[in-house]
């Protein structure tokens, strides 16, 4: 993604907080194509090219 920390500090840093604060658990909550989505590498793995997940 980014590796700017002068945006939001790091990303391994962000990503590891929105999975702390269960984030994308909470988004499902209201979203229903995100369950069962509990981290930030689950998200990047449905957006990733090829992904068999048709979510994207």
Same mark, same amino acid.
């Given at each position: 993604?980014?590796? $700017? +920390?002068? *945006?939001? =500090?790091?990303? +391994?840093?962000? !990503? !590891?907080?929105? #999975? &702390? $604060? &269960? *984030?994308?658990?909470?988004?499902?909550?209201?979203?229903?194509?995100? !369950? =069962?989505?509990?981290?930030?590498? #689950?998200?990047? !793995?449905?957006?990733?090219? =090829?992904?068999? $997940? $048709?979510?994207?």
């Amino acid at each position: 993604m980014f590796y $700017d +920390p002068t *945006i939001v =500090g790091s990303w +391994p840093e962000l !990503a !590891a907080r929105l #999975d &702390c $604060d &269960c *984030i994308l658990v909470r988004w499902a909550a209201t979203e229903p194509t995100l !369950a =069962g989505l509990s981290s930030v590498h #689950d998200l990047l !793995a449905v957006w990733a090219a =090829g992904s068999p $997940d $048709d979510r994207r």
